[in-house]
């Protein structure tokens, strides 16, 4: 099982972002992925989550209604859109899934909001 994301960058609050994770070495479409992010000093929390199929989403209420979590089953990728973001969405973004019982991360991308 391999995560590895991409996309994070330095933006201006307000500004926006998109970041992938492509996963590899399991079938994708048969599980649900999450994105977490965890801000220096701070705990590893969850930002999204999407279901296998894609058919249902969940999200921190800190993000609700500027983030969006979507999939490519082609593509075995899934994405954050961020949008109207803020200084305080600055952190590490992991990829997350969970199968046959264990927990797998990506190594992370950095997003950085910063005037």
């Known amino acids: 099982v391999q995560l590895v994301e991409s996309g994070g960058g330095l933006v201006q609050p307000g500004g926006s972002l998109r970041l992938s994770c492509v996963a590899s070495g399991f079938t994708f479409s048969r599980y649900a992925m999450s994105w977490y992010r965890q801000a220096a000093g701070n705990e590893r929390e969850l930002v999204a989550g999407?279901?296998?199929?894609?058919?249902?989403?969940n999200y921190a209420d800190s993000v609700n209604g500027r983030f969006t979590i979507s999939r490519d089953k082609d593509k075995g990728t899934v994405y954050l859109q961020m949008s109207s973001l803020k200084p305080e969405d600055t952190g590490m973004y992991y990829c997350y899934t969970r199968l046959f019982g264990s927990y797998y991360w990506g190594p992370g991308t950095q997003v950085t909001v910063s005037s």
């Open positions: 999407i279901s296998s199929a894609g058919d249902s989403t």
